[in-house]
């Protein structure tokens, strides 16, 4: 039977062969973005195709934006899935219903279109598979959604009534090739645009722009279809195409894109370059750029904006490229497909490294488990080969681009070989990256994902085994560290292993962005929100960013881990070690300052680092810091030390701080233990200094005019993470589930005992789940000087406890017109014990709503580490209650409660009530990877054992 163009597996028919995206050429175009007529149709066979005639009435059809997604604007609704494609899985054939969206758009040529030549209709990118015609005619079909595709139409153009009718069906043959965890988006959503090429105009060229580290020299060829010339102003560079030419030039490398601007000149146009040199090689196993290594500290980045899906515009993939830049990031691997050709131009502009990847992933034949994958079925290789075509040809000309990627979790097969064997015959000066296939044959590094820190260490070691081929090549983690909702954790760790072994070069947390969509209830949603079956739930926000671009906590630890300046501090000597992390550039473009902070306002002096700017990579300095100045009595003394930019740059304002660390200088006083009044009556309650407690209960009823919402009483319960709730496939145990059947959320407190002695108030309670034998006997024993209260904690566990616990600590309710928060300890946002490198001891001040990290999904949050005091006011300067821990604790506060938290779907179902919950936990069990990577490390485990921890408590008079 012979199928509909849209179930063929060919890639397409009528286009033009691909070639180089082209950004700077002045002949004329005309941009076909805007308002385009539109009409859904259920199904690929509803109606003819009457609607691109010539003179068709399109006047009663919609309206849709192009670039853009019709489900975003008001036509069926969207999609998401993970690994499962959501229609049978019969290739190459979809489903009959298969909404299929009819454009059209009308246009007069400008009236100073050239006459002469000829002219190419462009498409950026169309999801899944699109028919075109021009003027009635048709021109072909083509499939390959993130990629170009260009048609001849100069024979077709008229000066005016020009109309274009585009066809476009959301499930084709090419759907069974894009199955990239990520929102099913059909539509038109990249530019749309019709371009002059006058006679003796460029057809394809290629720069060839390579390197020489040793004579700092580079060597420049431009490859052009039309017969040439090639100018280089800067450099005095005047070269007929295809002829070599070597000069004195400054490298381009991430760390300082510099660019050369350059023109190509053939009889019929002139088209701008811009020119990076630089070499790239596999040298000694490893990977290097102007005979460097270097050491990815990437991101995996899908295109996405809230509103309009992956139809970007300029200013939002230069935010993008900035915000990287500005969080020491310097690496992106284009997840799963090419981007938009203009943030590539960005990424040479700006300076990123690139690992771009072919629209390639046929995952959901991998989770099925049955053969049929495209990638080694012969039928199916010239789409392979057309789409590795289509990414190198449009993408060749950008420096930033140091290595292609054949696609994402296919498997392995003789179309990804083929694929690889073309690469390589086109593009020789790149390397090859590929990760489904352990064997390696086809790729120049091994590329994991989600490996945990031990095998990673192995593998740093060369003790990983596998074949010989692969044991000499370097590894990137092409995946690691997923970003869902609160996370990722044990980046430090994997860092650390990164800078121990040379053969670990970095890798790519995944990924960029929470692909949140905008939405009227639910704030952000997510998959099922839009009722499809099947559906992946939230795995769709996994970013480091949320949906608005906002940076989320775990980007903030990202750039803290990845920074490219290392202070190390000797209390002893007084001196401070300055290491340079970056691996081609010196620290002429930073400042450095040191600062001695002390616990008490306006308690801090600062001046100067005086660190050698000339400070090659890899190269330390140790300088001597000016003498501390003396502590007020009692008071705490911090050393912050940080590097600025000092020059103006193109990404970045004048003093952003790209690297910092904090050290103790002087250690934390002791905690005055507050002894000596006695329990008294006082009506119906029971007085002790300035509490009030309950005399039957010995709950805390008030503390001075501060009357409770809710008692201190013993807490393990958290509204489970992502990475607690852990993914259905994982190996490892799971605690969040775990956590719920053995009923850890919903503890049981039963009073043991009250007991009013001379010096003290004690209460003995056993907290424990339901239908389990196990428990936690804690004794809470309150005790004060008349003007502080203070309650030691002691819990003994009671049983054989198998797991973790979530948390461990009190938690009470004050009234919520003590919204305002004072602390000193870490901040300014949140940190666990495994994401805690962007937290820096000092003073801060912030209100309680402020304080809530608002993920896509809710769940736990916003806890502040090594806190030593904390203060809940009616305002900045207000009254209210002040908590001194001993030791140190972790401080949360929250407008609702954990239940409220955990129970919450959306951002929008927590509601402020008239509580603030405030946790003052002694422990908390670490965040980890496992919502897709690995679990918590040991080290950052909660286990249970026997603990004692004191808070005191006195209430703070609002400031005159």
Not at 413 to 430: K, S
Not at 551 to 577: A, C, H, K, N, W
Request: with cysteine; net charge negative.
């Amino acid at each position: 039977m012979e199928l509909p163009y849209h179930e063929d597996v060919s890639p397409g028919t009528g286009g033009l062969p691909p070639r180089a995206w082209c950004a700077g050429s002045d002949a004329a175009s005309l941009s076909l973005n805007g308002s385009w007529r539109f009409r859904l149709s259920p199904g690929a066979c509803g109606p003819d195709e009457s609607f691109a005639a010539d003179g068709f009435d399109a006047a009663a059809w919609d309206e849709v934006v192009v670039p853009g997604h019709w489900v975003l604007q008001g036509h069926g609704a969207p999609h998401y899935t993970n690994q499962q494609y959501p229609f049978p899985v019969d290739p190459p054939r979809v489903p009959t219903e298969n909404p299929t969206g009819d454009h059209l758009r009308c246009f007069d040529l400008p009236a100073d279109w050239p006459a002469d030549g000829t002219a190419v209709l462009r498409f950026d990118g169309v999801e899944s598979c699109a028919r075109v015609w021009l003027n009635g005619t048709p021109l072909g079909d083509f499939k390959g959604s993130r990629l170009p595709h260009e048609f001849a139409v100069g024979h077709l153009l008229r000066p005016v009534d020009n109309v274009v009718a585009v066809r476009v069906h959301q499930w084709s043959s090419g759907s069974y090739l894009e199955d990239q965890d990520q929102w099913w988006l059909p539509g038109i959503f990249r530019d749309v645009t019709l371009l002059h090429r006058p006679a003796g105009a460029a057809g394809d060229f290629f720069t060839h722009a390579s390197y020489d580290h040793e004579e700092g020299t580079g060597t420049l060829r431009v490859d052009c279809d039309v017969p040439g010339r090639v100018t280089v102003p800067e450099l005095g560079v005047d070269v007929a195409t295809g002829e070599g030419v070597t000069v004195p030039v400054e490298p381009w490398t991430a760390e300082r894109p510099r660019l050369y601007d350059a023109v190509l000149s053939t009889p019929g146009e002139r088209i701008a370059l811009r020119v990076g040199f630089r070499t790239v090689a596999l040298t000694g196993g490893l990977i290097t750029v102007n005979g460097r290594p270097l050491l990815f500290r990437g991101v995996n980045r899908h295109e996405f904006h809230p509103d309009h899906g992956r139809a970007l515009d300029l200013a939002t993939m230069r935010a993008d490229v900035m915000l990287m830049k500005q969080h020491n990031i310097n690496a992106v691997r284009t997840a799963h497909y090419p981007p938009h050709p203009a943030f590539l131009d960005l990424c040479d502009e700006l300076g990123l490294w690139v690992i771009d990847e072919c629209d390639l992933e046929t995952h959901g034949f991998m989770a099925l488990g049955r053969g049929g994958n495209p990638v080694d079925d012969d039928r199916w290789t010239p789409a392979l080969l057309d789409r590795a075509a289509r990414t190198v040809e449009r993408d060749k000309n950008h420096p930033s681009v140091i290595v292609w990627s054949l696609g994402n979790e296919c498997g392995t097969g003789r179309g990804l070989r083929a694929m690889a064997a073309w690469i390589r015959e086109r593009d020789p000066d790149r390397l090859l990256h590929y990760e489904g296939d352990p064997s390696c044959q086809d790729t120049d590094m091994y590329s994991r994902m989600y490996a945990d820190h031990a095998e990673v260490e192995r593998i740093g070691r060369g003790e990983d085994g596998g074949p010989e081929e692969r044991r000499r090549l370097p590894f990137v983690l092409c995946e690691y560290a997923h970003a869902m909702g609160n996370g990722p954790g044990g980046l430090r760790e994997y860092q650390d292993l990164f800078e121990r072994y040379d053969r670990l070069q970095g890798g790519f947390v995944w990924e960029w962005i929470d692909h949140g969509l905008r939405h009227p209830e639910f704030g952000y949603a997510y998959g099922g929100d839009f009722g499809e079956r099947p559906h992946d739930g939230n795995f769709v926000c996994d970013g480091l960013c949320f949906p608005d671009r906002t940076p989320s906590p775990g980007l903030l630890d990202y750039m803290q881990v990845i920074q490219p300046v290392r202070f190390t501090y000797d209390p002893v000597s007084g001196t401070v070690s300055v290491t340079n992390l970056y691996d081609f550039a010196d620290l002429s473009e930073l400042a450095f300052e040191w600062t001695y902070l002390m616990d008490g306002p306006d308690r801090a002096v600062s001046g100067p680092l005086d660190v050698p700017p000339e400070l090659g990579p890899g190269e330390s300095v140790e300088l001597k810091l000016p003498e501390p100045p003396p502590a007020a009595r009692g008071a705490e003394t911090r050393l912050h030390v940080s590097a600025m930019i000092c020059e103006e740059t193109n990404w970045t304002a004048l003093d952003h701080v790209v690297a910092r660390a904090d050290f103790a200088v002087t250690p934390r006083p002791p905690v005055p233990v507050a002894t000596g009044a006695r329990p008294r009556p006082c009506g119906y309650d029971l007085a002790l200094g300035p509490g009030r407690f309950d005399v039957r209960t010995g709950e805390l009823r008030a503390i001075g005019d501060v009357t409770l919402r809710a008692a201190p009483r013993l807490d393990v319960w958290r509204a489970t993470t992502d990475n607690d709730d852990g993914a259905p496939w994982q190996p490892d145990t799971r605690y969040g589930p775990l956590w719920r059947d053995l009923g850890l959320d919903r503890m049981q407190h039963r009073l043991d005992d009250v007991e009013s002695g001379d010096g003290a108030l004690t209460v003995r309670t056993r907290v424990a789940p339901a239908a389990r034998d196990l428990a936690l006997r804690a004794v809470h024993r309150w005790t004060s000087d008349g003007e502080a209260l203070r309650l030691t904690v002691s819990v003994t566990p009671e049983g054989d406890w198998q797991v973790p616990l979530p948390r461990l600590g009190i938690r009470l309710g004050l009234p919520a017109a003590l919204g305002y928060a004072h602390w000193f300890g870490g901040g300014p946002g949140e940190a666990y014990p495994d994401t805690g490198s962007a937290s820096c001891v000092s003073r801060w001040h912030r209100d309680v709503g402020g304080m809530q990290t608002p993920y896509v999904r809710p769940q736990e949050n916003g806890a502040r580490a090594d806190v030593r005091w904390a203060e809940l006011r009616t305002r900045s300067d207000g009254e209210g209650v002040r908590i001194v821990g001993d030791p140190a604790f972790w401080f949360t506060a929250r407008p609702w409660s954990t239940e409220q938290l955990d129970a919450a779907a959306h951002r929008t179902d927590l509601v402020p009530g008239d509580t603030v919950w405030v946790h003052l936990d002694h422990g908390q069990r670490g965040i980890g990877t496992q919502s897709c990577g690995p679990g918590v490390l040991p080290q950052h485990e909660l286990r249970v054992a026997p603990a004692e921890f004191a808070f005191t408590f006195t209430t703070v008079a609002r400031e005159r």
